[in-house]
């Protein structure tokens, strides 16, 4: 087999970072080398975001960029930025007679899977030319992404696909399709393999965990799915490795929810929320009216008997239509009354195809960024705090980013990693012969603009 060299370029999702892992190790195997430098491929693969219209312009934008720098290489994009118009509109290259398309190839996001199989590989050696479009039929049932390894030090583990719940903002249901949960037998097998090759770290991903099981009801439901894999896998890799979950919804903290998490030895005490607003009646505009923000506090509360500390991050959007000073002042003050460790703060992104986009009272650009600012500076706050409340914790473990061929590097220059509470660290005068996989043991010593700077400890008896 012909060796050919290829190129990924990976924006959005953490589910979008797996599925670019589960094409390179596909291409790999069919004879695919890797290169860092686009210049240098046969193949360069851009896989789209469209979450927000920055996530369009930015795909948009690489695809002319990758053109100009990389000219003899079949050009492809994929992912959910795939099947928007806008960036698949030809453009007007300087010296061209006629407009020339973004991309040689487009695969949309329904039908990514079918670039695991043999098709690069026939586009980068038989000098044929590729069509623009080569759209099929959605793939049924869960997608056929797996993966043995991962090029950072903290795999993915996509254990769900798709969303069913139209929120009214979103364009995800329309590129992603309908939800479809992958067969738990399949996951433990991937998390097993990713523990035993060395990860100290694995984060649970799905695009809406809440619906995993709802097209497969013999495989449960989220939660009774994580009970079952930390059954599963702590005997063998407690105090070794742990889990992290990538989102959760409020309404999915009830007590169930609560008691799930409490029975697992290897979940992380960390929760990243999909918030998105406090003020009930924007998330009722939102079409997320099924839960309240109240939920999430209460959550904490019984989460805090048996995790005293705990990492607290959410999604929010800022200016979505409608959106009054008092439903600002809400969020303000619920963030204030919540221990948030950070917060991801969007203004909201109109996409076309969402019933929002219809929607009165969209609010001008500058007073939402005005708005985001604001909230953003209430959670700098939080943070702030909360980090340098871990100054005085006696030990924590780092699961540190040292990727394969990059740990004597990473020694000279500083090692980074996070905690068990998804604070970054930065380890500071590492030992030489120090074991830089598993859970490292070591103490903060101090904080900088990233985050905390932490020491190794000998003797790890101070960590819960």
Sequence with gaps: MSTWKF?????GCKVNQYESQALREAWQRQGGEECDDPALADIVCVNSCAITAKGERDARAALLRLRRIAPQARLVLTGCAAQLPGVLAP?????????????????????????????LPSLATDGQQAPQDMTTSSVQGFPPFAIDGFRRARPVLKVQDGCEHRCTYCIVPLTRGRCRSREPQAILAEARRLLRAGHAEIMISGINLRQYGRDKPEFGDFWSLLVWLDQQLAPEFAGKARLRIS????????????????????????????????????????????YRAEALQQAVQALSVHWPVMGLGADIILGFPGETEADVDCLLDFVAATPFSYAHVFPYSSRPGTAAAGFAGHIAPQEKQERARRVRDAVARQQEAFRRAQLALPAMLLAADVADGQEKQRRTTGIRGVNEF???????????????????????????????????????????
């Excluded at 929320?273 to 003020?279: E, N, T």
């Design 91 to 119: 453009v007007r290259r300087r010296g061209a007679q006629q407009p020339q398309p973004t991309a040689d190839l487009i695969i949309p996001q329904a039908d990514k899977a079918r670039l695991l199989d043999a098709l």
């Design 247 to 290: 989102s959760l919804e409020p309404g999915q903290l009830d007590s169930r929810g609560v008691d799930s998490l409490l029975s697992c030895r290897l979940v992380c005490p960390h929760l990243h929320i999909s918030l998105q607003h406090a003020s009930h009646q924007v998330l009722r505009r939102m079409g997320r009216g099924h």
């Design 7 to 11: 190129h990924l370029l990976t924006f």
């Design 422 to 464: 998804y604070v970054p660290c930065r380890l500071v005068a590492p030992v030489p012969a120090m074991p830089l996989s598993g859970l490292v043991p070591v103490r903060p010593t101090g904080l900088d603009a990233s985050g905390l700077l932490v020491e190794p400890v000998e003797t790890p008896d101070a960590i819960r």
